[in-house]
């Protein structure tokens, strides 16, 4: 949690996450050079420059869009979903190299007017080295160069992928929890899930690009089985949650619903129940009994898959923090989430099908 909007603090644990996820972008892109260079000695190794930073933000954006569907179904990708914004930032960046190559690095001393630094990969992107060859500007020559709107297999390709990272650009400049919160969150997770937009685009990008320039199918097998990919984890993911969500609670005549036995939720742990539509995370704590919502208001992780740490309720997602007893988050933060009412008699546990509101607080049920 960030409070008054600080910069990133940079842990240990990110540090290494940081490092790993850097190298292995680098080893990637000087094995994705090395061999091609290798296999295809009269091959324009500018072109293979561009095709290794295209492809490595392709395949990271396979990997990030994996890690959601992947969370809910084993907590173990947990430490990759802390970090998954970092990813997302490094996958544009590899993108935008692919469209303009280093060239952009010069941009401060073209304006002060300087002749700058040569770097030591000085090449221009996609942009400059297919459309920088006519009397036209290139980014006019990416939008009239190719007129074939009307056809499937000649579509200007190059389009899918402007607007795609268009959209990442927005979620990129984005990441960060100053926008969460004054966009609020529900207009922030619409923005971010444009991401199934753009990953859409590149795929039609990447399709009819390797249809228009390269005959081999090899190309267009792979991307379709990245495609069959996410779809199959999403699919499976989200048919878990639909038979958690179909095994719904109804209150009895008190208004109360039994949720299990005590001996059912291990300690500072929860057992998430969905109750008249809603899911509710039952914790076990300290011998006591706390229901709140499992809606954490950061991002919407499930806080019942979480923790009680340090007397708190920790979401696994990005460590937001509630109190069990209240569900509000302790000073000075404000996030709040509803709380319910609960009892326990003999083993089991019963917690009132209305929500109270959020960070309403309500005594906890003692075990006995």
């Known amino acids: 949690m960030s409070v008054g909007y600080k910069a990133i603090q940079w842990s240990r644990p990110k540090i290494i996450y940081d490092t790993i996820l850097l190298v292995t972008v680098a080893i990637y892109l000087y094995g994705f050079m090395t061999i091609t260079a290798m296999t295809s000695p009269d091959i324009d190794l500018h072109g293979v420059r561009i095709r290794a930073?295209?492809?490595?933000?392709?395949?990271?954006?396979?990997?990030?869009?994996?890690?959601?569907?992947?969370?809910?179904?084993?907590?173990?990708?947990?430490?990759?979903?802390?970090?998954?914004?970092?990813?997302?930032?490094?996958?544009?960046?590899?993108?935008?190299?692919?469209?303009?190559?280093?060239?952009?690095?010069?941009?401060?001393?073209?304006?002060?007017?300087?002749?700058?630094?040569?770097?030591?990969?000085?090449?221009?992107?996609?942009?400059?080295?297919?459309?920088?060859?006519?009397?036209?500007?290139?980014?006019?020559?990416?939008?009239?160069?190719?007129?074939?709107?009307?056809?499937?297999?000649?579509f200007p390709f190059e389009i899918l992928g402007v607007l795609a990272l268009i959209i990442l650009f927005l979620m990129a400049v984005t990441s960060h929890d100053f926008w969460l919160s004054n966009l609020t969150a529900p207009l922030w997770k619409t923005l971010h899930m444009g991401v199934y937009i753009a990953y859409g685009l590149l795929i039609g990008h990447v399709v009819?690009?390797?249809?228009?320039?390269?005959?081999?199918?090899?190309?267009?097998?792979?991307?379709?089985?990245?495609?069959?990919?996410?779809?199959?984890?999403?699919?499976?993911?989200?048919?878990?949650?639909?038979?958690?969500?179909?095994?719904?609670?109804?209150?009895?005549?008190?208004?109360?619903?039994?949720?299990?036995?005590?001996?059912e939720i291990p300690n500072d742990r929860a057992k998430v129940v969905t109750i008249t539509g809603e899911r509710v995370a039952v914790f076990k704590y300290d011998g006591k009994i706390s229901a709140i919502s499992n809606v954490c208001q950061h991002q919407n992780g499930p806080l019942g898959d979480g923790k009680v740490i340090d007397g708190c309720i920790t979401c696994p997602w990005h460590g937001y923090q509630y109190l069990p007893d209240c569900g509000a988050s302790p000073p000075p933060f404000h996030e709040k989430v509803p709380t319910f009412d609960v009892r326990v008699v003999g083993d089991r546990i019963f917690v009132r099908a209305t929500p109270n509101p959020p960070g309403t607080a309500v005594v906890p049920a003692v075990i006995a």
Not at 95 to 108: C, D, E, S, T, Y
Not at 112 to 138: E, S, V
Not at 222 to 247: F, M, N, P, Y
């Open 53 to 154: 930073y295209g492809s490595a933000a392709f395949l990271l954006l396979h990997v990030i869009l994996s890690i959601g569907p992947l969370s809910r179904i084993s907590p173990k990708f947990y430490p990759l979903l802390f970090n998954r914004r970092h990813m997302g930032v490094t996958m544009f960046f590899l993108a935008f190299i692919h469209v303009n190559g280093w060239q952009w690095l010069k941009l401060p001393w073209q304006i002060l007017g300087a002749r700058g630094p040569r770097w030591p990969i000085d090449f221009n992107g996609a942009l400059t080295w297919y459309h920088d060859f006519g009397n036209l500007d290139p980014l006019v020559s990416l939008f009239v160069g190719n007129s074939h709107y009307g056809s499937f297999i000649l």
């Open 208 to 263: 009819l690009g390797a249809l228009q320039t390269n005959k081999h199918p090899m190309l267009t097998m792979v991307v379709l089985l990245g495609l069959v990919w996410i779809l199959t984890i999403h699919l499976i993911a989200g048919s878990r949650e639909l038979k958690q969500d179909h095994a719904n609670l109804l209150p009895g005549d008190d208004g109360f619903v039994d949720v299990g036995s005590v001996r």
